[in-house]
C-alpha cells in the first residue's frame, strides 16, 4: 500500500465511523410510541368472538380483564393496593339490573421528580355482551381505548415519566359509567394528588382522519399544550363537542365524566359516532389499522407533554 493513500484511508474510516454513531444516536433519542404488532393483537383478541362482547358480569368481561391483568404485570406496573383488581358490587339505576364483583383493573408507575402527583389515563374495557344472539364485540368501543392505554402505558414502562401515571381499566362504563363512579367515591390514590384524566374511548374507527380532544371548553388551558403536541400529527386533532353549541355534547359520555364533576380536568379523546357504533359490526375488521396507530401514537406524545409541564398545568388548574 502507498502510503500518501493513508490520510485519505482515515478520513474515509473516520467519516463512516461518525455516521454509523450518529444513526445510533438516532436510534436512542427517537423510541417508537407504539409496538403496532401488539396494539393490533391487543384490539383483535379483546374484539373476538371468543370474548363474547365483554359484559360486566360474564365470562368474556373476566377474561379480557385477566388479559389487561398480565399486561400490567409483565409491564412491572406497580399496584394501587394489594392487587391490580378493585372488585366493586353496583346496581345499574337505569335498569335495576345488580351487578357483583366487576372489576376496575389498577395500576401505576413511579414517577421520577413528584412522587405525590398522578396524571390518571383511563379506557373501558367492558362493552354490551351478546343480544338476540348477535355478539356485539365492541372492536372501537371499546377494545381500541384499551389498547391504547396498555400502548401508553408500555411506553411509560420504557421512558419514565416525571410524574406519576396510574392507568385504569374501567368495568361497567356501558352500566352507567359505574366503574368510574365507583373510583371517584372508593379513590385508590387520594383525589387531591390527581391533576388531570386523560380518557380514551373509541379511537380507531374514523377515515377521514380526524381525532378529537375534547374538553378544553371547560378547561382551556391545556389547549396550548395540546396544540403544541399534535403540530407535526399526521392525522388532524379537533376540539368540541364539550358544549351545548354541539350536536352532541360528550362532557359526561365516558369514564372522564366523574374526574371533571369532582373538578378534576379532562381530555378525553375520541372519533365521532359512526354506523358501527353500539351495532354488531363493530369488528375488528371495521376499524382503521393506519388512523388508529397515529391516533395512538398522538395521544401518548398529548399525554408525554401533560408530563413534562404538570407544574404549570398544575397552576393554570388552580387559578
Known sequence: MNNSTLPILFILLSTFALSCKSDQISD???????????????????????????????????????????????LGLQMAGESYRHLFDFTNSQTGEEFVEAVNLIGFIEGSANPNRFIVVTAHYDHLGVSNGDIYNGADDNASGTGGLLAAARYFSENRPENNILFIAFDAEEQGLSGARYFIENPAIPLNQIVLNVNMDMISNNFDNELYAVGTAHYPFLSPFIMESVSDASITVSFGYDTDDWSQNWTMSSDHGPFHQQGIPFIYFGVEDHPQYHQPSDTFENINPDFYLEAVETIIGVIEKFDNNLDEIAELANE
Open 28 to 74: 436512542v433519542q427517537e423510541p417508537d410510541f407504539v409496538v403496532e404488532t401488539e396494539l393490533l393483537e391487543d384490539v383483535r383478541y379483546l374484539s373476538s368472538d371468543e370474548l363474547n362482547g365483554r359484559r360486566t358480569g360474564e365470562e368474556g368481561n373476566r377474561m379480557a380483564g385477566e388479559y389487561i391483568e398480565e399486561r400490567f404485570q409483565s
